[in-house]
């Protein structure tokens, strides 16, 4: 989803006035940030709660969650950023003290969190604050049935190239998915992903090698050896999850020359003693 439409879908999901509480009408602090505050919010949340490097890796299911974890650490940054020690009049002459703007903001908080907290037991289906909202629930027991292939999300994955040397690389990578199962990377000389493929199994071209396959959900490291210098070279990272659901990353690079140092000395002619001698006296001559 592009960063100004999540800034913007933020921008206008937030409410700093509690529907059981008349004190707070409008909050002059709210209304004077920037797109780029709010981009801000939304980058620290990104980072620390998704550990992703960019807004532009957010797909559609992560936006739910991430806004509102977004409106959280907005309300805590109001909740502190305008609450001098004198007291404060509101627009309606209503008076307003740093306690009660205070305890304002930890109420929307709270709401905020428990409306989280629903759509962590829900299994991470969207909902929206104070709606009878249904579920499409996810068989967890059941895992290769149709129904959770076709209500499933597929893993989201990221690869990053963490070192290259002449015969070697290492890779990282992070996913989000639930009920994880397995992590395959494959290695070619050539393309290795086709994302037009009908089925999953003819995604992964002919003549790609299965380097690697993970069981441990924590192990999203490795380094691959066994390369040859100065080539070309693609890396796919395949999450699968419980129900059969595949993402997919693939990354390209090359691998650096190889310094052959008793060769590079072979290729040095040396001079013999007579053709020195034969240029000082030619020298001399002269």
Known sequence: ME???LVRYLRLSVKVQDSNDDTVEKDSKYLEMSDDDLALILEVVTTRNFKLTSLNFITSEMVY???LLAKKE?????AVTNAPLFNMVADNNNQLYKEQRFN????????IDAEFNQYMEDGGASG???TLTTYDVLLTTRYMTKRNWDKG???FVIAYIDDIGSDYVCVHWDYKTNLFNKCDLYLSRSTIYDPYAVKDRQKILKGSALVQTLRDAQQTKLKVLGLKPDTGYYLLVVVTNMTGL?????????TKQSFDVSGVINEITIPSISDLDT???DTENN
């Open 74 to 78: 907005l309300f805590f940054t109001l």
């Open 153 to 155: 999300e597929r893993p």
């Open 246 to 254: 595949k993402g997919y990353y693939q990354l390209e690079f090359e």
């Open 279 to 281: 240029n000082i006296s």
């Open 128 to 130: 929206t604050n104070n």
């Open 3 to 5: 960063v100004d439409k």
């Open 104 to 111: 304002h903001y930890m109420k929307l908080i709270e709401q």
């Open 65 to 67: 969650p991430l806004t």
